[in-house]
Every structure is written in C-alpha cells, then in structure tokens.
C-alpha cells in the first residue's frame, strides 16, 4: 500500500487540481481480494475402464477417441486440435492428445475456460479390484473462475462433463474436488521486501514447514525485491506462494484482465493502471519507471522536466537506473505493488477435512461433495490461514511472549484473515470491459511484435538500409508466395480454434478503420494484389 504521504510529495500531484488527483490517484488502502484461482475436480465413473473392460459403453468411448487421434496424426504442424461435437453438447471443444500421470492422454479444450482430461484405461486397484482411480479430471482456468465465480464456473464445466456421459452411455458416480487454490491479492504492504525479509519473516512465520524458499531481485544498485516465496514442495499436500502478483503479470505477458479486475476493487488507482500498462506492452518489469515518466511527460505541467523525461523515452538522454528510480519518485508516486498470497491445497489434504452439512445439498446428486466443499469455504480458508501458516508480531522483549505460536497475529494477517470470503466474479455490466480491455493491449503487443518482424526481414532480405518502417512491413506481405498463403490460412485456422469464440464474438471498435481504406498495387502492371 502506497502512502498517501508519497503521493502528496510527488511534483504531478501539486500541479493537479483536486478533481484529476481524485480520478488518477485514489484508492481503497489497506485492501484485499480473495478468490480461488485454479480448481481442478475429479470424475469417477461407475463404468469400468480398467485395460481388460468388457462395457460395451467405454469400447465406444475408446473407439472414437481412437478415430479422433488418428485423424489428429494426419493433420500436420499447423494443426492445433480437432474440432469434438454432437447435439447435445453445449458449444464445440478442441481435442488434442495429451499426457499427465501415465493414464490421462485425451484432452478436450474449451479455449481459455477450462479442460477435461480423460483416461481410456485406468489401473485395477492393489487388490486387482475395480480401480479406485478417477477417469476424468477437469481444470478450471483462472480467467473462468476470475470472470464467472467458481460455482458458475463448475456448474459450466459440468454441463460438458454430463453432456459426454450421456453421449457415450456412461453412468457417474461421484465428482469431487481435486486441487484447490486459495489466493488473496493485496496492495497492504509498501514495502514488501522488507516485511519478507528473511530475518523478519523467521520472527512471524508459525507453521510445521522445514523451510523457505525466498528469491528476489535486484532494484537498482542498493536495494532488492521480493520475487518469490515458497514455503514447502509443489508436490505436497499443501504449498504456499507469497509473491509479486503485478510482476509476474508483466513479465510473463499474460492475464492482463488482471488489471481491470484490480482497478474495479480499488486495489490500483488509475495512474497505477497507466503504468502497469506501459510495462506490460514493453514485456519489462524494469520499464515500470519509464512508465511513470511516459505518464510525467504526458499530463506533467513543468516544460523542464516534460522535455527531460521525452529525451530519456526517446534515448537521447542517457540515464542510470538509479538515476531514473530517483526521477520518477520526484515527478509522480510510487506505484501500488500487489502481492499475492496464495495456498495450494491437494486432494490428498482435502479429503481428511469434514465438511459441516451447512445446506441441504442431497438434490446435486453425484456432485454433492463439490457443493458441500463450496459450503465450507470460510472454515478452510481460517484452517489454512491459523493451522497451517499464520504470521505474528515479532517479539520485543518486555512486550510480547517470546513464544511465537502464543503471540498475536501481524496486522498484515489479520487484514488477510478479515478479508470478505464471497464468490469473485466480475458483474455483467463490466465482462464487456474487461473483455475488450484485454483484447485491446494483447493486441498492442501483438502488433508491436509484428512491426518488429517485419522490419528484421526487411534488414536479412535488403541488408542494412534506412527505409520506412511502413516499407518494411509493406515488403513482407509482398514477398509472400502462394505456399506462403496456404501456409497462413493453416494457420489462422488453427489459431481461430485457440480462441474462445464468445469472447471475440464482436470486433473492436476503431481497430480497423484505417486499415480497411488501404490496397497493395503492382506498379509494373496496376494489378490490384490486395484490397480490404
């Protein structure tokens, strides 16, 4: 959480007036947003898929996934799936082949929402009885759960899971959570790397864990940032994960919804969006300050240092990292960072917890344990966050116990463990926005990498030379032969397929005007080549 303070000393903030500080800087302090972020369910069917199976309903189940991945294997490298249908099944998924934990090798995608991993043969159990193993495992994605909530998400998912059952003749028997992921993001902290340290983490942290595993990264020449905290293995019951959230946002080019979904809960204000932005398009954490004079060079009322900070974007001023660190702190606030803290639960962990009957849940038939699981969501959450990791004050001899499981929670865990637990969705008025907000900037770096495509071929096919970048981009199309095409509309073929159809139903707005008054001429004969 940045201090109000640190924005009020900031040259931007005393040459607005009151209403543009209100609409660029404010934000809720203090805030934390909850939600589960992954969720994987397993599906065990009362059919017997063991190797040696003699049900007439899983011989057609293998049947046409047999027939479904033989005509995946003559397609060739552009393909990116087949297309899986029948009435009944609420839209289209991608079939691709697959392979997780030796027994999971058909996947069925429903881009950017969720996949369904079957088992055509699973293992007979120790005592060469049925197998206790689940044919079909289904993940959730994060941008599915963020948007819709995790009961609609579910429920949604479940509709295709039923859909194929019924299809194929196969009868359910039980649906049950399978790996769950708590999170909660927050802006609580201005100096993470200091609260993370690992002097002062060892004074708070109580749990049963051997050890942490800390990894930061250097801010400048004198200072560091945290990165990375991980407190057990990936592969046990519970792992736990306190890292920089809007980081791994920039950095990894991927999820900027994130943004939007920050903004609407007041975890960022605008000028904090402004910034993230420009980072997020230069695919660099370190940029963030160029960011912040990008915003400076912008809205900044000073001719001086407007002119300083477009010299610096521009290059034509060289300027040392720390230089420019101290720069962009005297000309605008500090950016509000966000963390995430976040609890990996397995099912091997979960499925020793007793759930409460809190509703009658009997109606949801075979996936009663999935609902009853949502029921108990608080009383886990307040298990994971006391039980098994909490953070506490460090001791001050005289004024605390020295004991440090008998000691009070940090304020940090107290606002984590007060935060309102409620189904995270993102309200119908806004999807639209946030949709088109993340189509809007992927397709900025989209562009930005194609420009810079093109202008790398125009270097390798006519050597160094000082043409028009828009020459260069022209050229490339004008180079492309006949297998060139076929190529492309292999291609395009299999990225449509990538792609959620509902979420890009629509076109955006201004992103073709331009480009439908332009044609390509052959100037030898007047030939029109392409005209949009």
Excluded at 278 to 291: E, I, M, T, V
Excluded at 390 to 407: A, I, Q, T, W, Y
Excluded at 414 to 439: E, G, M, N, W
């Amino acid at each position: 959480m940045i201090d109000k303070l640190y924005i009020k000393k900031s040259f931007i903030y005393n040459e607005f007036d009151e209403v543009e500080n209100t609409y660029w800087f404010d934000f809720k302090q203090k805030k934390f947003l909850h939600n589960i972020d992954t969720f994987y369910y397993s599906v065990k069917f009362k059919n017997d898929f063991t190797n040696d199976s003699k049900d007439l309903s899983v011989k057609r189940f293998r049947r046409k996934f047999d027939a479904i991945g033989q005509e995946w294997e003559k397609l060739n490298d552009y393909s990116s799936g087949v297309p899986f249908f029948f009435d009944g099944l609420p839209s289209a998924l991608n079939y691709k082949p697959f392979s997780y934990a030796g027994w999971y090798n058909i996947c069925l995608e429903c881009p950017e929402l969720f996949d369904i991993f079957f088992a055509p043969k699973v293992p007979h159990s120790s005592d060469n009885g049925d197998s206790v193993t689940c044919e079909c495992v289904v993940q959730i994605r994060s941008y599915m759960l963020w948007m819709y909530g995790v009961h609609i998400a579910y429920e949604r998912s479940y509709e295709y899971v039923k859909a194929i059952a019924d299809y194929f003749g196969l009868e359910i028997d039980f649906v049950q959570e399978n790996r769950v992921d708590y999170c909660w993001h927050s802006n609580y902290l201005k100096n993470p790397e200091k609260f993370f340290s690992p002097e002062n983490f060892y004074k708070m942290r109580v749990d049963r864990f051997k050890d942490a595993l800390l990894h930061t990264s250097k801010k400048g020449s004198e200072d560091f940032e945290i990165d990375y905290l991980a407190i057990g293995k990936r592969s046990d019951k519970i792992f736990i994960r306190i890292y920089l959230k809007s980081k791994e946002v920039v950095e990894k080019g991927y999820k900027p919804w994130f943004f939007k979904v920050w903004l609407f809960n007041g975890l960022i204000n605008r000028y904090d969006m402004y910034c993230y932005e420009y980072a997020f398009l230069k695919h660099s954490w370190k940029a963030l300050d160029y960011g912040r004079l990008q915003y400076y060079a912008e809205f900044g009322r000073q001719k001086h240092y407007v002119e300083k900070c477009r010299r610096i974007l521009t290059k034509k001023e060289d300027i040392s990292p720390d230089s420019l660190h101290k720069l962009a702190d005297l000309l605008t606030p500090p950016v509000n960072l966000i963390m995430n803290v976040e609890f990996q639960t397995m099912r091997k962990h979960t499925k020793t917890y007793e759930l409460l009957p809190f509703f009658d849940n009997s109606s949801k038939g075979e996936g009663k344990r999935v609902y009853d699981y949502f029921d108990n969501w608080k009383l886990i959450c307040d298990y994971l966050t006391s039980k098994v990791l909490r953070l506490v004050e460090p001791h001050e001899p005289g004024k605390n116990d020295s004991n440090k499981s008998r000691r009070d929670l940090c304020p940090f865990w107290k606002a984590l463990r007060s935060c309102k637990l409620t189904d995270a969705f993102i309200p119908d008025d806004q999807k639209s926005l946030v949709r088109t907000y993340t189509r809007k900037l992927n397709s900025e770096v989209v562009k930005a990498r194609a420009v810079k495509s093109a202008i790398t071929y125009g270097i390798y096919t006519r050597g160094i030379n000082s043409d028009d970048p828009l020459r260069d981009c022209i050229e490339a199309l004008c180079m492309l032969n006949d297998n060139d095409v076929e190529d492309a509309i292999r291609f395009k073929t299999k990225k449509i397929r990538q792609f959620n159809s509902d979420e890009l139903a629509d076109t955006m707005k201004n992103a073709v005007k331009r480009s439908s008054n332009l044609m390509i001429i052959d100037k030898n004969t007047g030939d029109i080549i392409f005209n949009s």
